[in-house]
């Protein structure tokens, strides 16, 4: 059975940081491409980032570009999000999965996390 479980969620101030992390289980983490996607209140839920198996590659929404960083720990089952100058509008539940490739959609994706809420404040 395929775990994904998402910590470092939280209120902060605009124009702080935080770091969400997602350790995985259950599957050959090394060999899975990763993703993060969000959902804002009364929004679709929508693609943040990807990293591929190895961690070579990466790949963002337009939005986050500059702000946020995908990377992975393959020795700790582990992908992370470092998110920089938050905004309001990055204010979301935040969900890590498994995908099939770097800019997935959202039906192509093969499990999800439960998701952790980041709260931007003013």
């Known amino acids: 059975q395929v775990q994904l479980v998402e910590s470092g969620g939280g209120l902060v101030q605009a124009g702080g940081s935080l770091r969400l992390s997602c350790a995985v289980s259950?599957?050959?983490?090394?060999?899975?491409?990763m993703g993060w996607f969000r959902q804002a209140p009364g929004k679709d839920r929508e693609f943040v980032a990807g990293?591929?198996?190895?961690?070579?590659?990466?790949n963002y929404v337009d939005s986050v570009k500059g702000r946020f960083i995908i990377s992975r720990d393959n020795a700790k089952n582990t992908v992370y999000l470092q998110m920089n100058s938050l905004k309001l509008e990055d204010t979301a539940v935040y969900y890590c999965?498994?995908?099939?490739?770097?800019?997935?959609?959202?039906?192509?994706?093969?499990?999800w996390g439960q998701g952790t809420q980041v709260t931007v404040s003013s």
């Open positions: 999965a498994v995908v099939p490739r770097l800019r997935p959609r959202k039906d192509e994706v093969d499990y």
């Open positions: 259950g599957r050959t983490f090394s060999s899975s491409v």
């Open positions: 990293i591929s198996s190895s961690g070579m590659y990466t």
